[in-house]
């Protein structure tokens, strides 16, 4: 069958609006969740079992279907926990960064004054701030661990959520439909919460898909350059880190978690600018 017969018929299954390359992208990042959610059923074996008889194995190799590293360790199942350990601190990071700029920039719109100055003036400065630079010195001088690299990757991108809660905050009130509210007696927490949040959740939402595939990258780096996840846990970024010594004797070691990377960012873009193409009213 012809490939452009089998693209109607792939058109056809799909919901209507809903393009193929969008379709995909759900689809993978369904598999990565579900890869990292059963991570434990899903590897062959432990992450740290290592077979010494069969090292650096290629692909396709009995019982090893992605090869195996210079330890003779699984790469696929090494990699399957990395999908969960990177995806975990992602998530992590991505909502702590939404829920903290939010917070900011619902503050700065309810207090103005001196508050207000000091959330644009620490907006300012961490945009101005190379945070590669200060994650480095921050790991270098405290150590890497998983609840501190998740809260410092938590800081990557807070002054986006800031600056887009506060604008939309008190476009929001010029509106009058908050102070209405206010009017007949409700608390500020209940008029941000239940009035203004909602209806400045969907360009939240579609902030943090965008910051998602850079707080991956990020997590990626630091991993690369020995200040991330360290072993025995592995993560994407670690991965690659110890592939690299191998690249042309063994490329496999490397190459399938930046191909992991690679897809999984790439999903995550192209689903969150569908995303903001159906929400955004003013593009449709």
Not at 209 to 220: A, D, H, N, Q, W
Request: hydrophobic share 55%; with cysteine.
């Amino acid at each position: 069958m012809a490939l452009a017969d089998i693209l109607p018929r792939t058109r056809r299954l799909l919901p209507a609006g809903l393009p193929v390359s969008v379709a995909l992208s759900l689809f993978w990042l369904a598999a990565m969740l579900i890869c990292a959610a059963l991570a434990d059923l899903l590897r062959p074996y432990p992450i740290t079992r290592m077979d010494l008889a069969a090292r650096l194995a290629p692909p396709l190799t009995p019982h090893h279907w992605l090869g195996t590293d210079e330890l003779g360790r699984d790469v696929l199942s090494r990699l399957i926990q990395s999908v969960r350990v990177s995806l975990v601190i992602a998530f992590g990071a991505t909502i702590l960064s939404a829920v903290f700029g939010t917070t900011l920039g619902f503050l700065a719109a309810k207090a103005r004054g001196w508050v207000e100055h000091a959330v644009v003036m620490l907006a300012d400065f961490q945009a101005a701030l190379p945070f590669l630079i200060m994650a480095l010195a921050v790991l270098a001088f405290f150590g890497s661990s998983m609840p501190l690299l998740v809260g410092l990757m938590g800081f990557y991108g807070w002054e986006r959520y800031a600056r887009i809660a506060r604008g939309l905050a008190i476009s929001a009130g010029a509106q009058g439909y908050a102070a209405a509210v206010v009017q007949l007696g409700a608390s500020p927490a209940r008029v941000y919460l239940r009035h203004i949040l909602p209806n400045v959740a969907s360009t939240l939402i579609v902030s943090m898909t965008l910051t998602f595939p850079e707080i991956v990258l990020m997590e990626s780096g630091l991993s690369f350059l020995g200040l991330g996840v360290q072993p025995p846990e592995t993560s994407l970024g670690n991965m690659v880190g110890f592939g690299r010594d191998y690249l042309t004797t063994a490329p496999w070691i490397m190459l399938a978690p930046a191909v992991v990377i690679t897809l999984t960012t790439l999903s995550i873009s192209l689903a969150g600018d569908w995303l903001r193409d159906r929400l955004d009213p003013t593009i449709r």
